[in-house]
């Protein structure tokens, strides 16, 4: 059996990573001979992470014919065509406009002889079904055009555990909309992002899960157990919230507040006898901002200190795992920030910027711990603080709890798709389920 993996993923995103690493090992468990392959923002990283053939989801991608572009007498014409049709603004466009749109159909071609190979498309991941990230020509017509081309091949489609939203767009909604209607199952990793593909008119069966990076065998991974200390330590990961040079919401007062407040929190943190490890699960989007806190905490304490708060970004969820493993409290702006804190038993809050964050958080009875991104401030971020600790035990039994319940019924999903006794059973009953009516999704 060949089943496809498409995640818009590739750049270092570690909770993309997780959700990936989660849904190969289920896959292979049940289906040891199963051929898996990847579809990405990145194919060679993909490759290289998961040890799985990838294939890019779009027409262009990091490194593409980097091979063919040394020592090719037909690039050094380039620059020179493209100062000639500089001096032509209109003839430019169009040429621009001409070529992206032989490339596109070159791509679909190519993806379309890939996907009649597979027996199946998986669409997931959490942030499949949204816009955030440059509008309705990213992720929601990418999901749409491999959508249709799955169907086309007739070939299986499945949306396994996805999240939706923002869709604020006409097109957007109408790409996610038909890609729905055209999968064989779809399951959304929140009560939430179902609710809103249904409000786009989307009548068939859904389902709702836990995130799938739940299913996470924390086995595989070696995890310390950490001691109670006198100086416990505190793991805070910031990110690129509204930084003009890498957020889609472009606020630099809005980025500059929320790193003067983290910074103040982080200082009274250390007066209050805390230990504190900075740490990111995705250089691409933090970078800077892991630059600009730096920054603002250098006047106030040694070069010396620095360096040791101040972690290397992980490369891998391993080693992400190893890190988080060490603290005792985490403070994290991250969807799967959150979801690595509930498996690892750790008391978290949650700065959150998207409506996931707060209903993940809500839905674990963790509401409290929640804070706006754009709205808090040191002194309730302290009293936050002030209570996760003083609750500690008592939230780090009831995520091992929730972490249980989730990873059990993943399993029980994962059984129903992928065990091979169950599969033919599951193909008739998708295909019911697909051209008959609609009921509610389960929990």
Known sequence: MKIGLLDHMGYGNLGDAATQE???????????????????????????????????????????????QIGTDSRSFQPRLKAILKKIP???????????????????????????SLDS???????????LWRGPWSHPYNVFKFSLLTKIANRKLLFLNVGAGPLDSTLSRVFIRCSVCLAD???FRDIQSQTLVRRLGVKRQTRVFSDSVYALDMSDYEISNTARASRPLVGLNPIGFCDPRIWPKKDFSAYSRYLDNLAAF?????????????????????????????GRLL????????????????????????????????ITSKFHGVVFSHMLSKPVIALSYHNKIDDLMRTVGHGQYCLSIENFDGERLKNTFTALVENAPELKSQFRRITGIYSDALKTQFDELFVPENLQFISHKLATERDGAVLGGSV
């Open 299 to 330: 006047s106030s304490l040694p070069s010396a200190d620095i360096n040791e708060i101040f972690m290397l970004p992980s490369e891998n969820v391993r080693d992400l795992m190893a890190q988080m493993s060490e603290f005792e409290f985490v």
């Open 185 to 187: 199952y779809v399951s």
């Open 90 to 116: 209109v003839f430019s466009r169009i040429v621009r406009r001409t070529l992206y749109l032989v490339r596109e159909l070159v791509h679909l071609g190519r993806s379309f002889k890939v996907l009649r």
């Open 121 to 131: 498309l998986i669409i997931a991941g959490g942030g499949q079904l949204c816009e």
């Open 266 to 294: 982080l200082l009274w943190l250390l007066s209050s006898n805390y230990r504190i490890r900075i740490f990111s699960g995705e250089t691409s989007v933090d970078v800077y901002a892991l630059e600009d806190l730096k």
């Open 22 to 68: 989660a849904l190969i090992a289920s896959i292979k468990m049940r289906l040891p001979d199963a051929d898996i392959v990847g579809f990405s923002l990145n194919p060679d990283d993909t490759r290289k992470r998961h040890n799985i053939l990838c294939y890019s989801i779009t027409h262009w991608h990091p490194g593409l014919n980097k091979s063919s």
